[in-house]
């Protein structure tokens, strides 16, 4: 039992924010029911020793490389997935209401886009202003009257929740266009149950892998029987989308090809895949990319991202979209407001759980309404474009939410306002201890072919800050894992993965995309320049030493004369002083290790491996995905701005670097499976490796004949062929 | 009136296309008034597939791919149309404002049907200009058609008409600043005008008859229909500053040009490329 001090009381002291609901604790401070276990053994643990579990978690998150592209930051970059390790833990009777609700959304929505995409008797029967249709960008016209796969547009839907002070849920928003998440719920589970494996134990949670299961199989399953091994592809926007990396995670455990637009093709239409062994049929698409970049034939001619044809091919039946083209439609939080009574006319029943109060602005006296409460409500757009946000008119000027008001006039269609929550609380780890933050769940459900099956958990994202109620990953905030209890022991081993349930089996290796063999090409030609460079360099870093060395195999004269070969100094510096000579040499032997704008410089490879190597990420072991993550940290980790400390740890950091790139050469070597992606591969290295061997030996050898004895040496030496 | 129709649209690429999916809207719309007595669509090269279906606003569309090498494409349609649709008797006599209120309260399925044409299309932004320019037109209590011929007969007066001087890229800011255009921008400035207003109003693609004083002739042509609760769709040409009879044919309607493009298509391959069309209108 470590011994704890006040230091530690403090940092585990818990206080709620008042006038919100707290999840785990009551009014009177006493945990809840449901959360007792879990605060006990937080309190157990201490917070040094929650903080020390919660390293090796974070640990994982690093090494999987779980990253969040936020879009304000520069191309490529990315986060490291946010999180903290104390769950949102839900008992199983609330559970069951959450549950209850989320398959009652599902079921609507997917009626009302049958109906909007269909008949629109919805329209006829003013239930639905006709505005929210045909204004909304999202109605895709070339897909009405296209009837999907098995009748169903929606085949995954997510909503998010909120609690309100009283205790009731409420719906905030649903999210029907190709709803993200899923991928970073079963990472967050991974990482919780690292970090809190005795209380994980305690408690018959409910597992998520069943779910994943059925999502595979009933993706399979949307193929049909038409065809005996039907192939499922998931169409990501690439690498730059800020959840690429579940596309790639998602893909990787199912074992469907992860694919761009670029990558599909459509043919008197069928789609497929463009593969080393020609096309290849494409039954099903598990898309994330927005509908209306799908196809710039008869959706945004303007997109880069798609598949010209694939509406032809949706429509004659050929392919299955996931979710169907045009499903982003009802995702507005416009359609809230019409919600009951859509639902009583659609299923002729109440909705279970509330959605937010939500004023549609193009009717008249819900616009008078929102004129005359403005203060207290949020103001959205009904058909968000890139780029828009909510407006806070609270903590607007005068003369700002006058102009909103105007707005709001000129285009009341426009315009949805709706009534400000106060989110509910629950316990974030931080730095400096446990602290309350506002938290929304958002919950998934997905067509299991007969009907809509419930994700038991989910992703609770939180605020970033106590006073905040914005809570968005886009602007920082964090996740946690969400724990959902079982009612009984009975019913915990019902929903553990049965060890006859199928083992997905991965394509065969003739499926290989051939934009993938063109990255595997080039991470080929990467890692050797990257080697290349490194040997380079470190050969001719002993020429800067001061001291008279015995061992010492290249002169300063040499040095020069090899980087003068390849331009990167210019020929009078030899006759430069000898002062000036050494400053040139070790300048530019630095930029070429550190100077990210130089495309010879050690680190824009670096970058550019990576960059590469992050279009395969499903593709490499975890291993080799964490050597590449410890060479870039090389770089992160040490790089002084003072040129002569840039100079003094550069031979440790190349040092590094060579072993590191040795462990990583080595697992592309020995775990890469021998076939046509290691031939790209390989042909990359080789073709790589004669190129700058060439190259360099056209440099050092070609200029002067007099003295080829000190060039030829540390020729040697870069080759790595001192000794033979 | 009975005309025959050729319309060649040729594209000439830099380099070799391999595959090229393409959609044409050149089969004129058979609806009262427009009877379609031949139609046929000849693509070069030949393509591997083809294929017939109504688009979302019942107009006929013809999709085809050429998988063969090819550096030209042509695609020539060829109809025989009769059109009968003749100006008779007073003109309805309703207010632009009661029509308005009637589209609005979505009271008739005709009536939610045309309430698409009320909103915002891709070619036709809202923008501040468009009902600073309508302004004039719509004094209160006004019958609808007559502010429709109105506005017609200032577009004609205001803009001039320059072929060649606009691309359909243009956008309608620019049309409505530098006051000329073709027959899509004035097309589109009269459509922007009815819908700052929030009146239904659709942009209508085909020809006009050649003729002296006639623009827009021997060419791809457009105009405007506006919608009159109880009365139906009714067009105007405002590039001719004339009410739409039997002497212009019918291509296909849609929300504005994005629609109805008579022909559009993807390559894969072929760089560059240039545009060539050739349109000849015979009554016959």
Redesign the interface.
Do not use: M, N
């Given at each position: 039992m470590p011994v704890k001090t006040d230091l530690d009381k403090d940092q585990l002291k818990y206080v709620p924010v008042e006038g919100h609901w707290d999840e785990a604790l009551l009014p009177s401070g006493l945990p809840r029911r449901h959360w007792r276990k879990l605060v006990v053994e937080i309190r157990r643990m201490g917070f040094r020793h929650l903080s020390r579990r919660w390293q090796s978690g974070q640990q994982l998150i690093q090494s999987e490389g779980v990253t969040y592209n936020v879009g304000n930051l520069t191309e490529g970059s990315e986060y490291s997935w946010p999180m903290d390790p104390i769950p949102l833990v839900i008992d199983a009777k609330e559970w069951a209401s959450i549950e209850r609700a989320v398959i009652q959304r599902a079921t609507l929505f997917n009626a009302i886009l049958s109906d909007l995409y269909g008949e629109q008797r919805l329209?006829?029967q003013?239930l639905l202003?006709?505005?929210l249709v045909?204004?909304n960008s999202h109605f895709l016209?070339?897909c009405?009257?296209i009837t999907p796969r098995g009748g169903v547009h929606l085949y995954t839907y997510a909503m998010d929740i909120a609690r309100s002070p009283a205790g009731d849920w409420w719906v905030i928003a649903d999210r029907t266009q190709a709803p993200s998440g899923m991928g970073y719920t079963l990472q967050n589970r991974l990482v919780s149950a690292r970090t809190l494996p005795g209380v994980f134990d305690q408690y018959q949670i409910r597992q998520l892998a069943r779910f994943y299961d059925m999502k595979r199989a009933s993706l399979l399953a949307l193929a049909g029987d038409q065809r005996a091994n039907p192939s499922v592809v998931l169409l990501s926007p690439g690498p730059h989308n800020e959840t690429y990396f579940e596309h790639s995670f998602l893909a990787g455990q199912w074992g469907f090809a992860l694919v761009e637009g670029a990558d599909l093709?459509?043919?008197?239409?069928c789609v497929y895949l463009r593969t080393l062994n020609g096309l290849q049929r494409v039954d099903v698409i598990l898309r994330r990319l927005d509908d209306s970049f799908c196809d710039?034939?008869?959706l945004r001619?303007d997109s880069l991202l798609g598949i010209?044809?694939l509406v032809?091919a949706v429509?004659s039946g050929s392919v299955a979209i996931d979710n169907a083209l045009g499903s982003g439609l009802v995702e507005t939080s416009a359609h809230m407001a019409f919600l009951p009574g859509l639902c009583r006319q659609l299923l002729g029943e109440e909705l279970h759980m509330p959605s937010v109060a939500t004023w549609w602005c193009g009717q008249e006296e819900p616009r008078r309404y929102v004129q005359e409460h403005l203060k207290e409500l949020v103001i959205k757009p009904a058909f968000p474009r890139f780029g828009q946000h909510p407006e806070f008119p609270e903590s607007m000027s005068a003369a700002a939410c006058e102009g909103l008001v105007r707005r709001i006039e000129t285009?009341p269609?426009e315009f949805v306002a709706q009534e400000r929550v106060a989110l509910s609380t629950v316990p974030a780890r931080t730095e400096t201890g446990i602290v309350p933050r506002h938290a929304v769940l958002r919950v998934y459900a997905a067509w299991d072919g007969h009907s809509f099956v419930v994700l038991p958990g989910g992703l609770t994202r939180v605020s970033t800050l106590d006073s905040s109620l914005v809570v968005s990953m886009h602007l920082g905030g964090g996740s946690k894992d969400t724990w959902v209890l079982s009612g009984s022991a009975a019913e915990a081993a019902a929903a553990r993965r049965r060890p006859t349930d199928q083992i997905p089996i991965q394509p065969g290796a003739g499926d290989l995309p051939s934009r993938v063999g063109d990255n595997l090409f080039w991470l080929g030609r990467y890692a050797e320049r990257v080697e290349a460079r490194v040997r380079f360099v470190r050969a001719l870093w002993p020429a800067l030493s001061s001291e008279e060395d015995f061992g010492r195999a290249v002169s300063l004269e040499t040095a020069i004369r090899l980087l003068a070969g390849f331009a990167y100094l210019s020929e009078e510096t030899s006759a430069a002083s000898l002062g000036e000579q050494r400053w040139s040499v070790q300048r530019t032997l630095t930029e070429m290790v550190y100077d990210p704008s130089q495309t010879s410089s050690l680190r824009w490879n670096l970058k550019e491996l990576r960059r590469v190597a992050v279009h395969l990420k499903e593709r490499l072991s975890s291993d080799t995905w964490r050597v590449l993550q410890q060479l870039e940290s090389h770089f992160s980790a040490f790089a002084p701005a003072n040129a002569d400390q840039r100079y003094l740890g550069g031979l440790d950091l190349l040092d590094n670097v060579v072993l590191t790139l040795s462990a990583f050469s080595g697992l592309l070597m020995e775990n890469t499976t021998r076939g046509f992606g290691w031939r790209f591969l390989e042909i990359g290295r080789r073709m790589e490796r004669a190129l700058q061997t060439s190259e360099l030996l056209r440099s050092s050898l070609s200029s002067a004949a007099a003295e080829v004895e000190p060039c030829l040496q540390i020729l040697l030496q870069i080759g790595d062929s001192s000794i033979t | 009136m009975i005309f025959h129709v050729t319309h060649t649209t040729r594209y000439i690429y830099e380099t070799a296309v391999s595959h090229g999916l393409n959609e044409a809207r050149l089969t004129p719309r058979r609806f009262p008034g427009q009877e379609v007595r031949e139609t046929a669509l000849r693509v070069h090269p030949k393509p591997a597939f083809m294929h017939q279906r109504k688009d979302y606003y019942g107009n006929d569309v013809t999709a085809f791919e050429v998988l063969e090498k090819h550096d030209r494409l042509e695609a020539t349609a060829e109809s025989t149309v009769e059109v009968t649709s003749e100006l008779t008797g007073p003109l309805p006599s309703i207010s632009w404002e009661e029509a308005r209120k009637l589209i609005a309260a979505e009271s008739d399925p005709a009536f939610i049907e045309a309430s698409e044409f009320i909103h915002n299309s891709p070619y036709v932004p809202a923008a501040p200009q468009l009902n600073d320019y309508a302004r004039k037109t719509f004094a209160p209590e006004r019958p609808l058609l007559e502010c429709v011929q109105d506005l017609s007969h200032r577009i004609h007066e205001d803009f001039k008409y320059r072929p060649k001087s606009t691309s359909i890229d243009v956008a309608l800011t620019d049309v409505l600043r530098k006051r000329q255009g073709v027959c899509q921008d004035f097309a589109h400035v009269m459509i922007g005008a009815l819908r700052s207003v929030r009146l239904a109003a659709r942009y209508v693609s085909g020809y006009v008859r050649p003729g002296p004083k006639v623009q827009g002739a021997q060419a791809s042509h457009a105009w405007v229909a506006v919608f009159v609760p109880g009365n139906g769709w009714w067009s105007f040409d405002p590039t001719n500053d004339v009410m739409v009879s039997d002497s212009h044919v019918t291509l296909a309607w849609g929300r504005d040009y994005g629609d109805v493009a008579p022909v559009k298509g993807i390559t894969l391959g072929g760089g560059g490329q240039t545009v060539e069309v050739e349109v000849y209108v015979r009554p016959l």
């Open positions: 329209l006829h003013r202003p006709s505005a045909f204004a016209r070339p009405v009257g093709t459509v043919l008197d239409r710039p034939l008869e001619g010209p044809g032809q429509r285009q269609d | -």
